[in-house]
């Protein structure tokens, strides 16, 4: 029956488009403090050379509680907000967001009141100080100088169990700006867990697992306070906070079946694992219009992270990982922007990364690591524009440097380059070229000399003998917007060198999981997205896309995937209701994980009224047996794996916001993100 209502949607659907806009970019920071209340008529979304400048409506405004629930019900082609997850994706890729043109953490934009979002401007050609970014999402706000509030959210699901709790607080006196936020969020989407794995030893073994109701518990508290200044020629905020997070992931009754030399021996198998993170973290940012046409912002982000990875595995013997890690991380961005007569723009970027890890590994295996890690980046962005074309060059250098204890540093200078243009030959349609080349690392995970054991087969081992991987390809866009349609096509090509895949060989009695960078990959995807604007009542949004993934050498693999989305929002008085539906997805993960996500559909009713909002959401109803697949083919090791997880079955949620503004109403504050501290232990 849901498919064919889906079918029904589709077709009714597949007849709309939105409107595309856009302005020269300039940066939002150093320009929103100068923007008044204005009533806009026409199009709420217009194109321009680079981005998308979109105007919410009052209906998108008042039925929306978060910024990514406004992003959302704008509904720009090509853009795909996922609410729960709290991440935007685009063609390209990952969207970065921005708030004013600083860049925003997750809560930030989850707490965003969307009735003081002016606009958003959506870089799909990102220059200048966003050309490190693969898209970028702006929220430009109004500002207040005057007054306070206070808000409480809460979400509780039912079908698993899933909490979280906020409070955020904010004052505001003449330039400045105080903010408090707190808040604890538990999730437990427990699931049930078949896996067949053959290994290609002298004496060949195939091990079963099954098991259910395995505990996926996690927990996570934050404090945070900040003070902020802006003025017309500054801004800036500092922030400080206290994280902390815990992880469970428990096989508390589990079945293992060992299957060699046509003999079978059964096992009960446990498994206790824990992950805890203690953060405290602090982040400073400056912006500082220098004259008209001259502009510097800086940002510090650093935290030191107290990790711990417990393990404890009991089947045919036990092993046991114990690692307490001390790690250190800190960014710095620098960006001096230059406006250039006659529509000339010039941008210098630097961008520093330093990770310091310290590992200590106990339990089966006793190790020491120490790591120094330190990445630095400078881009040179120039942008010329005439009355319908844009170029950018941008040119890049990124050199890596890392060193294990006891080990030669190993080094890595590498150029980076990004050419773009865009031609309008009228204000309905845009065409776009792109091509990059970039570099990027092995993850810091993998690059050691630590052996941890699996089970009584397999054996995990890093490699610190690894090479810089080089990505580049080009992109072909086109949009046009007529009346209430709008449509977004997209091709892109990705080819990337000394991709890192992970290896398996046979030592004695044991199979050696390793990694390499010897694999090449090979993308390709086409999109098309088109949305219908019939009424500022009803509005709906379909895309599809299709991707090509190959990869040889070190590995050999090949994915193609189709995929389709629906979404369709209608407005009525204090409610909103929405419908959505995305088809099953296959997809290449890792550069060889072969993985099969099921349909998923959802529905959600909205009533908003003044400072009152309560918000039920519905996913997958009456569906309990969707099941994700995972799977992966080696010489000697194979996998095959299959999960039933709540999360992905029928489940329902209600969500809870209050809020009460004392003096002038002000802008609502963003909470505050706990972002999941980096790790270099091997798991």
Not at 276 to 284: D, I, N, R
Not at 542 to 556: E, H, K, S
């Amino acid at each position: 029956m849901y498919i064919n209502m889906f079918k029904l949607l589709s077709i009714s659907c597949f007849l709309f488009l939105t409107t595309i806009s856009m302005t020269a970019q300039v940066d939002s920071i150093s320009k929103s403090l100068h923007l008044k209340e204005v009533v806009v008529k026409g199009k709420n979304i217009q194109q321009t050379a680079d981005h998308f400048n979109c105007i919410p409506t009052n209906k998108q405004r008042r039925h929306s509680h978060s910024g990514f629930d406004l992003v959302r019900k704008m509904m720009i082609p090509g853009i795909d907000v996922d609410t729960e997850n709290g991440t935007i994706s685009t063609p390209a890729g990952g969207a970065t967001l921005y708030i004013n043109g600083r860049e925003a953490t997750y809560r930030e934009i989850q707490s965003l009141r969307p009735i003081d979002v002016i606009r958003i401007e959506y870089y799909d050609m990102p220059t200048g100080k966003y050309s490190k970014d693969r898209a970028v999402i702006n929220y430009v706000v109004k500002n207040y100088i005057s007054g306070g509030y206070t808000q409480i959210d809460g979400l509780r699901s039912l079908g698993y169990k899933r909490g979280d709790y906020n409070l955020a607080s904010k004052y505001s006196f003449g330039d400045y700006n105080a903010n408090v936020w707190a808040g604890y969020c538990t999730e437990n989407p427990k699931e049930d867990l078949y896996t067949v794995e053959n290994y290609a030893l002298p004496e060949a073994i195939i091990k079963t697992v099954s098991s259910n109701g395995n505990g996926k518990e996690h927990i996570e508290k934050y404090l945070t306070a900040s003070l902020s200044r802006m003025t017309p020629k500054s801004t800036w905020m500092i922030r400080a906070s206290i994280e902390a997070s815990k992880q469970w992931n428990n096989i508390l009754a589990g079945n293992t079946q060992y299957l060699e030399n046509q003999k079978s021996t059964i096992l009960d198998s446990r498994q206790y694992s824990r992950e805890s993170s203690v953060k405290p973290t602090l982040y400073a940012y400056f912006n500082r219009n220098i004259n008209k046409s001259q502009n510097l912002d800086a940002v510090l982000d650093c935290y030191y992270a107290r990790n711990q990875y417990k393990r404890d595995y009991l089947e045919d013997g036990r092993f046991i990982s114990d690692v307490d890690e001390d790690y250190f991380y800190s960014k710095l961005n620098a960006n001096y922007n230059i406006f250039l007569p006659k529509k000339n723009y010039l941008t210098f970027s630097l961008h520093e990364y330093l990770r310091i890890f310290q590992d200590n590994y106990n339990g089966t295996s006793k190790y020491w690591q120490h790591l120094h890690s330190s990445e630095t980046i400078f881009f040179m962005d120039y942008n010329k524009r005439w009355n319908h074309v844009m170029l950018d060059l941008n040119p890049g250098v990124s050199y890596l440097v890392y060193r294990l204890h006891g080990d030669e540093a190993v080094k890595h200078l590498a150029p980076r380059l990004q050419l773009s243009s865009s031609w309008m030959p009228d204000k309905l349609q845009r065409i776009r070229l792109f091509f990059s080349l970039g570099n990027t690392f092995p993850t810091l995970s993998t690059i050691n000399h630590v052996d941890q054991q699996i089970d009584r087969v397999m054996i995990r081992r890093g490699n610190p003998n690894m090479d810089n991987s080089t990505l580049l390809g080009p992109a072909f866009t086109y949009s046009v917007n007529y009346k209430q349609w709008s449509a977004l096509l997209s091709c892109y090509y990705m080819y990337m060198s000394n991709a890192i895949v992970n290896t398996y060989s046979v030592e004695g009695e044991n199979i050696i999981n390793s990694f390499s960078s010897d694999a090449r990959s090979h993308q390709t995807s086409a999109s098309l997205s088109v949305t219908w604007k019939p009424s500022n009542n009803f509005n709906a949004k379909i895309d599809g896309n299709f991707t090509n993934a190959i990869v040889n050498r070190a590995v050999y693999e090949r994915q193609n995937g189709w995929q389709m989305g629906l979404l369709a929002n209608y407005y009525v008085g204090d409610f909103s209701f929405s419908a959505s539906c995305k088809s099953l997805v296959k997809s290449l993960e890792d550069y060889q994980y072969h993985v099969r996500k099921p349909w998923q559909y959802g529905f959600s009713a909205e009533w908003s009224h003044n400072n009152i909002a309560v918000i039920l959401e519905t996913k997958n109803l009456f569906v309990q047996d969707d099941i994700f697949k995972r799977s992966l083919t080696s010489n000697v090791y194979n996998l095959s794996q299959q999960l039933r997880r709540e999360c992905d079955n029928s489940y329902a949620s209600v969500k809870f916001v209050y809020s009460v503004d004392y003096g002038k109403k002000v802008r609502h504050s963003p909470q505050y993100e706990i972002k999941e501290a980096e790790s270099n232990i091997l798991k």
